[in-house]
């Protein structure tokens, strides 16, 4: 099972979803995970009466792990609500990358998720996330 999740983050990797820019952009974030250097910018347009995504892009620069990692959390919330993106957690995210990930390629698997979650509810909810981790 674990080459079938090698493979798709592969895919991801090299097929890219839904990256560049959205100008204009209802939400526009970027972070980094400065132990390794992996960046990643978030634009998202959202329909404000269902308050829905219906587009988004995004780049950036990192290893596979981290830009798969954007390329398949893009694909999972096209057309959600933020309700329903706000259910999402870490351990989704690592259910999408599909391998164990170390300790030192966690930050990269969830750059995406913590750049989602800076982007519609704010740096508070991501350090939120941080503690559960704690717990």
């Known amino acids: 099972m674990d080459d079938f999740y090698r493979e798709n983050i592969l895919d991801h990797g090299k097929n890219p ?3 560049g820019i959205l100008v ?5 974030c ?20 269902k308050k829905r995504i219906v587009e988004l892009a995004w780049d950036g620069e990192g290893c596979a792990i ?22 999402i957690g870490k351990q989704d995210v690592l259910d999408m990358i599909g391998i164990p990930l170390s300790m030192n390629r966690m930050k990269c698997g969830l750059l995406s998720l913590k750049v989602l979650t800076i982007a519609l509810y704010g740096l508070g909810a991501w350090h939120q996330h941080e503690l559960e981790d704690e717990d």
């Open 66 to 87: 981290s830009q798969a990692s954007a390329s398949m959390l893009g694909e999972t919330i096209l057309g959600m609500t933020l309700d329903e993106v706000a259910k």
């Open 30 to 49: 970027e972070a980094n995970n400065p132990l390794c250097g992996d960046r990643l910018r978030l634009t998202l347009r959202l329909d404000p009466e």
């Open 17 to 19: 979803r839904h990256r």
């Open 24 to 28: 204009p952009a209802d939400m526009d």
